[in-house]
DNA sequence: AACCAGGGTGATG
DNA sequence: CATCACCATGGT
């Protein structure tokens, strides 16, 4: 049944789900016509918009709703203290303020894995459409929603090699069948990788072909809410050898993942300006 | 240690 | 229509 669901924020610019689910970190949520954005995350399905100083979800989902999205949506946490903070920084501060709705998302760790292995050496558009293929090709459907959920690992180990084709994925499918296999086996733990050392894990994950530091980041950030994580990409690359040639500030070591976000998106749109 | 291929596609001119 | 770049990595 569709009910609706309130996550309260601090305040109202606190979200924005264009920025929020469109600067690189998510790739199934779209805009709709009437205004709303919908999209799959994990194995649920929501439409989601900022109203006033909440985020406002509709969803179907049996239950434990409102904790689902309250998490993946990082309700819990004060973005107006942060972008503060970041905004002693000259850099930031224009970053904060380009994005001021962007926020750090808790994505599903196996979902974020390979789709980050799916972005490799791939644009933002390519990226989603493989990622729309594999789960309309393997997911499991989600009733009600008419949209499908993301492939159980177990299920993408199991296909046969040529099923891989419809995906155009190229060269990263031998690295997809690698991560399905070792998380289907139990070589590699998901879910315990929140208990380990930030270099534990990073190492672990570093065990799949394919997967390397950046990676690995990506997935330790936005899938398991390792927030002192930042990955490198060439945006990143490109914004830290033209604005910290003397090095990321130290003291945003702890949340340095959440502004990389604001980084990442304000690089795009700033620096090749559009 | 520097290059190079991987596959395909959206953006650009 | 040609060219380029793309949230990297592994191989040579």
């Known amino acids: 049944m569709l009910h609706r669901v309130r996550l309260p924020l601090a305040a109202a610019g606190d979200f924005d789900p264009a920025q929020t689910l469109d600067?690189?970190?998510?790739?199934?949520?779209?805009?709709?016509?009437?205004?709303?954005?919908?999209?799959?995350?994990?194995q649920r399905y929501c439409k989601v918009r900022g109203q006033g100083a909440a985020i406002e979800v509709d969803c179907?989902?049996?239950?434990?709703?409102?904790?689902h999205w309250g998490d993946y949506f990082d309700a819990g946490r004060?973005?107006?203290?942060?972008?503060?903070e970041y905004s002693t920084d000259p850099v930031?501060?224009?970053?904060?303020?380009?994005?001021?709705?962007?926020?750090?998302?808790?994505?599903?760790?196996?979902?974020?894995l390979c789709s980050f292995i799916?972005?490799?050496?791939?644009?933002?558009?390519?990226?989603?459409?493989?990622?729309?293929?594999?789960?309309?090709?393997?997911?499991?459907?989600i009733p009600g929603s008419g949209m499908r959920g993301f492939p159980a690992p177990e299920t993408l180990a199991a296909l046969p090699v040529d099923s891989w084709d419809v995906l155009r994925a190229g060269f990263r499918v031998?690295?997809?069948?690698?991560?399905?296999?070792?998380?289907?086996r139990g070589q590699l733990d998901l879910a315990g990788l929140r208990a380990l050392p930030l270099e534990d894990a990073r190492q672990a994950l570093m065990q799949i072909y394919g997967v390397g530091p950046?990676?690995?980041?990506?997935?330790?950030?936005?899938?398991?809410a390792r927030m002192e994580c930042f990955p490198r990409d060439v945006w990143i690359k490109r914004v830290l050898a033209e604005y910290y040639p003397g090095g990321f500030p130290?003291?945003?070591?702890?949340?340095?993942?959440?502004?990389?976000?604001?980084?990442?998106?304000?690089?795009?749109?700033?620096?090749?300006?559009?």
């Not at 600067?23 to 994990?42: I, Y």
């Not at 930031?92 to 974020?112: F, N, P």
């Not at 729309?132 to 459907?141: E, Q, V, Y």
């Not at 950046?214 to 398991?224: I, Q």
């Open 92 to 112: 930031l501060e224009k970053a904060v303020r380009h994005g001021a709705g962007i926020r750090l998302l808790h994505q599903d760790t196996w979902e974020t």
């Open 60 to 67: 179907f989902c049996g239950g434990g709703c409102a904790a």
């Open 250 to 274: 130290e003291r945003f070591a702890g949340t340095a993942g959440i502004a990389q976000q604001y980084l990442f998106h304000y690089g795009r749109g700033a620096l090749v300006e559009k």
């Open 214 to 224: 950046k990676v690995a980041d990506c997935t330790l950030l936005f899938g398991c």
């Open 118 to 141: 799916i972005s490799q050496n791939n644009h933002i558009a390519r990226i989603k459409g493989i990622i729309r293929t594999l789960c309309d090709s393997f997911g499991p459907p």
């Open 78 to 84: 004060d973005y107006g203290t942060l972008k503060q």
């Open 174 to 184: 031998k690295y997809l069948r690698d991560a399905a296999e070792k998380v289907s």
């Open 23 to 42: 600067c690189g970190q998510a790739f199934r949520f779209t805009p709709t016509a009437d205004g709303w954005w919908e999209g799959v995350a994990g």
